[in-house]
């Protein structure tokens, strides 16, 4: 169950060989921080994680792991279009 006032992210990250990696969570720096360490998702072991490229908030992690999922399924070119869309 989510905890009042806790919020969730859908963040996406730019990896050094130039590939998006695409995660959930409730805090992002620390996940990032993760990440970099080696200690995040396999994917990020193998394609080093750049920077922050982008993260949504939503107020369930029920909807933050569905931004997820179907940011999943973008090809490349519409997930860009996505975040050049909803960045400020």
């Known amino acids: 169950m989510d905890t009042e006032n806790e919020k969730f992210f859908m963040y996406v990250l730019l990896c050094q060989d130039g590939s998006l ?8 720096k620390r996940r990032f921080a ?3 360490s080696g200690k995040g998702a396999r994917y990020t072991r193998a394609h080093k ?4 490229l982008y993260q949504e908030e939503f ?5 933050a792991l569905s931004a997820e999922f ?4 973008l ?6 279009q996505y975040i050049r869309l909803h960045t400020k």
């Not at 990696?21 to 992002?28: E, F, L």
């Not at 107020?59 to 909807?63: A, L, P, S």
């Not at 090809?75 to 860009?80: E, M």
């Open 21 to 28: 990696y695409t995660g959930y969570t409730n805090d992002v």
């Open 34 to 36: 993760a990440h970099l």
């Open 49 to 52: 994680p750049q920077r922050i």
């Open 59 to 63: 107020d369930t992690k029920h909807d």
């Open 70 to 73: 179907h940011f999943k399924q």
């Open 75 to 80: 090809p490349r070119a519409k997930k860009i």
